[in-house]
């Protein structure tokens, strides 16, 4: 039976485009593209369909169009051609079971040219919107008019509510450049801390108070370097059992107690203070930067 199909109106065609190629087949006669969705939805069978003829009848409309042939519409025409001839290919071989990984390997690749011709389906039928879509788009033009007066007369108008003297000022700021920023030096020439000092001091507070917190120790320090100080002359009176650590919990407050003696010096080491003196035997020209 003969499926005879009027061809639908035709999307706005671009500039050069050729007329719509169809098809007249023993099966089916109308547009090539409503051929291929006839066999996309499984209402035409692809091994009714002479690709040989539509071939022919193709060529044929090429040399009908002349010089002025689309390259487009032939490039369209290879690819669909050629899906189809696989997709025939595929659907003739004999339909039995899989018994090796070729088989299944031809079946899947039937599967694939089915989906492509889906594919390209889909991509015809969004082509036409954006062709219906510019092709409407392009006859419309802004309208450039000014505003209506019954409409401007409605605009609220402009109340200044500052002088002009601050206007300026406000204008002289945001025009004044403004400084680079700088990256601050001064954090590397922090003055030397001598932690037998920090010591002497600490020895003094403790045998007067005889217990403190490392928090009242250290609550008149004018800096990050004299805690750190401090807290190393508490280590090094600890190592001499002038001093004992006590600390209920992790993380909780930390009180000294005066375990020495209340009377003469203490002498505390000058390891902080005196820089790394130089190994014994080393090359003094291998030391110099």
Do not use: C, N
């Given at each position: 039976?003969?499926?005879?199909?009027?061809?639908?109106?035709?999307?706005?065609?671009?500039?050069?485009?050729?007329?719509?190629?169809?098809?007249h087949?023993?099966v089916?006669?109308?547009?090539?593209?409503?051929?291929?969705?006839?066999?996309?939805?499984?209402?035409?069978?692809?091994?009714?369909?002479?690709?040989?003829?539509?071939?022919?009848?193709?060529?044929a409309?090429?040399?009908?169009?002349?010089?002025?042939?689309?390259?487009?519409?032939?490039?369209?025409?290879?690819?669909?051609?050629?899906?189809?001839?696989?997709?025939?290919?595929?659907?003739?071989?004999?339909?039995?079971?899989?018994?090796?990984?070729?088989?299944?390997?031809?079946?899947?690749?039937?599967?694939?040219?089915f989906?492509?011709?889906?594919?390209?389906?889909a991509?015809?039928?969004?082509?036409?919107?954006?062709?219906?879509?510019?092709?409407?788009?392009?006859?419309?033009?802004?309208?450039?008019?000014?505003?209506?007066?019954?409409?401007?007369?409605?605009?609220?108008?402009?109340?200044?509510?500052i002088?002009?003297?601050?206007?300026?000022?406000?204008?002289?700021?945001?025009?004044?450049?403004?400084?680079?920023?700088?990256?601050?030096?001064?954090?590397?020439?922090?003055?030397?801390?001598s932690?037998?000092?920090?010591?002497?001091?600490l020895?003094?507070?403790?045998?007067?108070?005889?217990?403190?917190?490392?928090?009242?120790?250290?609550?008149d320090?004018?800096?990050?370097?004299?805690?750190?100080?401090?807290?190393?002359?508490?280590l090094?009176?600890?190592?001499?059992g002038?001093?004992?650590?006590?600390?209920?919990?992790?993380?909780?407050?930390?009180?000294?107690?005066w375990?020495?003696?209340?009377?003469?010096?203490?002498?505390?080491s000058?390891?902080?203070?005196?820089?790394?003196?130089?190994?014994?035997?080393?090359?003094?020209?291998?030391?110099r930067?």
């Amino acid at each position: 039976m003969t499926v005879v199909v009027d061809a639908p109106p035709a999307a706005p065609s671009g500039r050069g485009r050729s007329s719509a190629f169809e098809v007249h087949l023993d099966v089916f006669e109308g547009p090539f593209d409503l051929l291929l969705g006839l066999i996309g939805k499984h209402q035409l069978d692809i091994t009714e369909v002479a690709l040989a003829k539509v071939t022919d009848e193709f060529v044929a409309h090429i040399r009908a169009s002349g010089s002025t042939w689309d390259l487009g519409q032939a490039s369209e025409f290879l690819v669909v051609a050629a899906t189809l001839l696989d997709l025939k290919a595929a659907r003739l071989l004999p339909s039995a079971s899989v018994e090796d990984e070729d088989d299944l390997a031809m079946l899947q690749a039937r599967d694939l040219l089915f989906v492509r011709l889906l594919q390209y389906r889909a991509f015809k039928q969004v082509a036409d919107v954006f062709a219906t879509r510019m092709a409407e788009t392009g006859r419309r033009h802004a309208r450039s008019v000014p505003l209506d007066p019954h409409l401007s007369a409605l605009l609220p108008e402009l109340v200044m509510s500052i002088s002009p003297e601050q206007l300026a000022r406000i204008a002289a700021q945001a025009l004044t450049p403004r400084v680079p920023a700088a990256v601050g030096l001064e954090h590397l020439h922090a003055p030397t801390v001598s932690v037998r000092e920090q010591a002497a001091l600490l020895v003094t507070r403790l045998r007067r108070q005889r217990s403190a917190t490392f928090r009242a120790l250290t609550r008149d320090a004018d800096g990050t370097v004299v805690v750190v100080a401090r807290f190393l002359a508490l280590l090094e009176l600890f190592r001499d059992g002038m001093v004992s650590f006590e600390q209920q919990a992790p993380l909780a407050e930390l009180t000294i107690a005066w375990t020495g003696s209340d009377e003469g010096e203490v002498d505390v080491s000058d390891e902080f203070d005196e820089p790394d003196a130089p190994d014994e035997g080393t090359d003094t020209q291998a030391q110099r930067p």
